[in-house]
């Protein structure tokens, strides 16, 4: 893997007697067998996750009663390697070691990272494997031509098996968190769904407002169509209105016979008629029961009427 | 290794959604804006339209007159045709015929100018556009 970073990260052993972590450096963690139990199992499944299933039942019988936490590694068709560990303990002792979270790369099981080595000797301790298994040889036992590794372990290569450590503290179940997380998300995915459907629907609104626009071939704009609406709509109510009043003029003949209707002119939008024959006071009267009179006058023996439009 | 708590992505979603829920608010007022504006625009075409092609249509105008006119040829009926508008007069001292002159011009959609009626003379200034 090539590393952006020229940085060599820091291998340190973690044990439980480590009192002081000085460095300040990004580090990966390599934890002593004090931290975690491993055993092999043989189980009658195939792959990992089922494997993990079985665990806390299989370790049940051999740890103390405690929170645990599970892991495994498949070696070979039913063979499992398993790893049972108290996440808190660890994080508790990083935390007691004032190791800041940010500087921790990784942390690896020190079974998979000393494969090399039948036996060693680290911290004036001595580890060996006894059937495939690392365990930490008691102090009063001598070492026998156990290489001794120094505290710098950079060396060693590490294998892709990392602990899956939880580097905090939660008050609230990780499950109901995730399932709340859940929820969120699927209220955001339908709220932004919904969002585009709205968007879509503002864009063909826009459409339909420009293919209107040009299928009536209107003004550039609102404010000019507007205006000629207000202009022509006036002007056709007028005309509408004249009509009307011409009409009902008309229609007078038939109440006064002898009424004669010299001239009826509409002229900036105002209609004025002069009749002669007629009984002023009663054609007055029929007139003002529809409309306004504007001006009455007499010119010799004609009556000449101006109305309201 | 989990170095997040998931305390913090709850609270980043918990943000997240609370945002979706307000644009969401946003989005939904535009939509009721876009299509109330929507309504109002075709409800003003219309409008428009309806001035253009039955009031203003010059066309139209002209093939109605023209329909008029050929209705009455025995009468003296003379047409003058201008750049804005038609002035249309009719001399006659038959007063049923200058009536039904009168009364199929007052029923035509025309925009009237000038309106004059004398006894024998119905004379009208048409608007063309």
């Known amino acids: ?197 709205y968007n879509d629907e503002i864009i063909k609104n826009t459409k339909e407002v420009q293919n209107i626009k040009k299928q009536y071939n209107l003004p550039s704009t609102m404010i000019q169509t507007n205006s000629i609406i207000s202009n022509y709509d006036k002007e056709i109510e007028n005309n509408i209105k004249i009509r009307e009043q ?58 000449q009427i101006e109305l309201f439009l | 290794m989990n170095k997040i708590n998931p305390l913090y992505l709850l609270l980043l979603f918990t943000v997240i959604t609370f945002v979706s829920f307000f644009t969401l608010e946003l989005k939904k007022n535009e939509v009721k804006k876009s299509f109330a504006s929507l309504s109002s625009f075709s409800k003003t075409a219309n409008e428009y339209a309806l001035i253009k092609n039955v009031w203003l249509n010059k066309n139209k105008i002209k093939r109605d007159i023209n329909a008029l006119l050929r209705s009455l040829t025995s009468e003296q009926i003379t047409k003058m045709e201008l750049l804005d508008s038609i002035k249309i007069k009719m001399e006659s001292k038959n007063e049923k015929k200058l009536s039904a002159f009168l009364n199929k011009l007052l029923n035509a959609n025309f925009l009237f100018l000038k309106l004059e009626i004398t006894q024998n003379v119905v004379f009208a200034e048409i608007r063309l556009n």
């Open chain 1, 1 to 197: 893997m090539i590393s952006l970073s020229s940085k060599k990260i820091k291998v340190l052993f973690l044990e439980k007697e480590t009192k002081k972590i000085i460095e300040n450096k990004r580090m990966s963690l390599i934890l002593s067998p004090d931290f975690y139990w491993a055993r092999i199992f043989e189980l009658p499944v195939k792959s990992v996750s089922s494997a993990l299933d079985l665990l806390p039942s299989l370790f049940e019988e051999f740890l103390p009663k405690n929170d645990y936490s599970y892991q495994t590694i498949k070696l070979e068709d039913k063979v499992f390697l398993c790893f049972a560990y108290n996440n808190d303990e660890i994080f508790n002792h990083i935390q007691k070691l004032k190791i800041p979270i940010s500087n921790i790369k990784d942390i690896y099981f020190a079974q998979n990272e000393f494969q090399p080595y039948e036996s060693f000797v680290l911290n004036e301790t001595m580890f060996t494997y006894v059937n495939s298994i690392l365990v930490k040889v008691p102090k009063n036992i001598p070492f026998e031509n156990a290489p001794v590794l120094t505290k710098n372990l950079e060396e060693l290569k590490l294998s892709k098996t990392k602990v899956e450590l939880t580097l905090y503290k939660s008050l609230v179940s990780k499950k109901y968190i995730y399932l709340l997380l859940s929820f969120l998300f699927l209220l955001s995915c339908v709220n932004i769904f919904k969002i585009l459907i």
């Open chain 1, 246 to 303: 011409i009409k009902y003029l008309l229609f007078y003949k038939k109440i006064e016979k002898n009424a004669l209707f010299e001239k009826i002119n509409v002229k900036n939008q105002s209609l004025i008629v002069r009749v002669k024959n007629a009984n002023k006071n009663k054609f007055k009267q029929y007139i003002e029961k529809k409309y306004s009179i504007k001006k009455a006058y007499f010119i010799k023996d004609t009556l």
